[in-house]
């Protein structure tokens, strides 16, 4: 079955960077692209970006633009997405899901930003 | 960016009723090319990622219960649950994936009177 399995709750310091990891099985990794969802604490889904994982083309939501990159490895069919200068904002869980209607997610990975 | 708005905030209904939800989009999300509409919905619970019901703005999932039906084209979408169950309870979302960026409804809470 389709599984996304996504690396472990970080807490990170003001300006840090942090990098989750999510990793594929069950079907043809580079069939279809990977999107990053992230929701704050009580608040709705927020969309990221997203990653053609043929190509590695990406696109990126302007306010996120030049903090966060997307890449993959497509040997270990394995997502990644590096959020940097990180702030108390970015406190969050953040999901990957796969295709653009997100058929399956991963579990989440709660990223903490605290002093 | 297409911005998504749903309607209410917030529903409370009696088991066995009827729950609609309501979604617009401020621009179309029909693509002319093949005549679908862009549009999903999630169910989301505390503690757990969303799960897709509905894409396509009216397939249902596979596993999803008929009671869960989409319907709308264009730029209005409703999402209806014929017979609300306890187990019904939950945040639900809309999506485009029509453009980028992929925006998201801000959610309606369903609740059991």
């Known amino acids: 079955q389709v599984q996304l399995v996504q690396s472990g709750a970080e807490v990170k310091k003001p300006g840090a960077s942090v990098k989750v990891s999510c990793k594929a099985s069950?079907?043809?990794?580079?069939?279809?692209?990977i999107n990053w969802v992230r929701q704050a604490p009580g608040q709705g889904l927020e969309w990221m970006a997203w990653i053609n994982t043929t190509n590695g083309n990406t696109n990126y939501a302007q306010k996120l633009q030049g903090r966060v990159t997307l890449t993959t490895d497509t040997s270990t069919s394995t997502a990644y997405m590096e959020l940097r200068s990180l702030s108390s904002d970015d406190t969050a869980m953040y999901y990957c899901a796969r295709r653009g209607f997100c058929d399956s997610w991963g579990q989440g990975t709660l990223v903490t930003v605290s002093s | 960016d297409i911005v998504m708005t749903q309607s209410p905030d917030s529903l409370a209904m009696s088991l066995g009723e009827r729950a609609t939800i309501s979604c617009k989009s401020s621009?179309?999300?029909?693509?002319?090319?093949?005549?679908?509409?862009?549009l999903a919905w999630y169910q989301q619970k505390p503690g757990q990622p969303p799960k897709l019901l509905i894409y396509w703005a009216s397939t249902r999932e596979s596993g999803v219960p008929d009671r869960f039906s989409g319907s709308g084209s264009g730029t209005d979408f409703t999402l209806t649950i014929s017979s609300l169950q306890a187990e019904d309870v939950a945040v639900y979302y809309c999506q485009q994936y029509y453009g980028i960026p992929y925006t998201f409804g801000q959610g309606t809470k369903l609740e059991i009177k």
């Open positions: 621009q179309i999300v029909l693509h002319s090319s093949n005549n679908k509409n862009y």
């Open positions: 069950g079907y043809t990794f580079t069939t279809y692209g």
